[in-house]
């Protein structure tokens, strides 16, 4: 969203990857001839949703307004390795959350060695990555859905071979993953942003964002299929 929702994947071996400018911020300068790779980023506008209510206690109608933050569309931004700069050490501070997020233990059964949570300036929420170092899920945020959309990156690697970068397809199997993982563990909220992400890399088109998700719903399925076979595993691992 986002992956990366958003939620991202990416594959250029690091865990922290900021602008030009965020570096800066940090005493940090970016190498020459460093090159910068791309990540898709949420664009977010403030609404205000206008509503009518009935006052429990008088009966009337009553008029209520209330501000939002919207998602109105994405767009790809260009970040640096925290390796491809040079400066400052960054302090060293926790940023993971104080309870693990829901198939952590669960994760480990499709090789990710690490759940990295680190900071980040650039409105980018996370990545998986793969190569030489092993697989990690990198994460600017607690939120659940990203960490569901990445595991859902992680998970689809074990059958399909991922390609580098901003990949259509892979994107929606992973966001599908998420939207449907979240309802599975009661999380609500996330519907609509779901539906933005995929129909953003359908052309903006809805009928044509249907058309991939139905193209894409067996690869979906086998990544639960999956998930409920490691998770059954882990309990029954634990109960022994």
Not at 74 to 84: A, G, L, M, N, S
Not at 106 to 116: D, L, N, P, S
Not at 119 to 129: E, N
Not at 192 to 216: C, M, T
Request: with cysteine.
């Amino acid at each position: 969203m986002e992956h990366g929702q958003q939620n991202h994947n990416a594959f250029n071996g690091t865990e922290d990857a900021r602008g030009f400018k965020q570096w800066e911020e940090v005493n940090r300068r970016v190498k020459k001839g460093a090159k910068a790779f791309y990540i898709l980023a949420p664009l977010t506008k403030k609404v205000i949703f206008k509503a009518k209510e009935i006052d429990p206690e008088t009966g009337e109608e009553c008029k209520i307004e209330e501000e939002r933050m919207v998602v109105i569309g994405f767009r790809f931004i260009p970040v640096f390795r925290y390796e491809d700069t040079e400066g400052e050490p960054l302090p060293e501070t926790k940023y993971a959350p104080p309870e693990p997020p829901p198939l952590a233990e669960v994760a480990k059964a499709f090789g990710v060695q690490e759940i990295i949570y680190t900071p980040s300036s650039d409105r980018s929420y996370g990545f998986y990555s793969w190569g030489e170092n092993g697989k990690k899920i990198v994460l600017h945020t607690h939120d659940v859905k990203t960490w569901f959309h990445e595991l859902g990156h992680a998970v689809h690697h074990t059958f399909r071979h991922l390609q580098n970068g901003q990949v259509a397809e892979q994107e929606i199997v992973a966001e599908l993953f998420a939207a449907v993982m979240c309802e599975l563990h009661g999380i609500r909220g996330y519907h609509q942003h779901s539906w933005e992400y995929i129909r953003h890399y359908a052309a903006n088109d809805p009928g044509e964002a249907l058309k991939v998700i139905f193209r894409v719903l067996s690869d979906v399925e086998e990544c639960m299929k999956r998930v409920f076979a490691a998770a059954e595993d882990l309990e029954k691992k634990s109960a022994a």
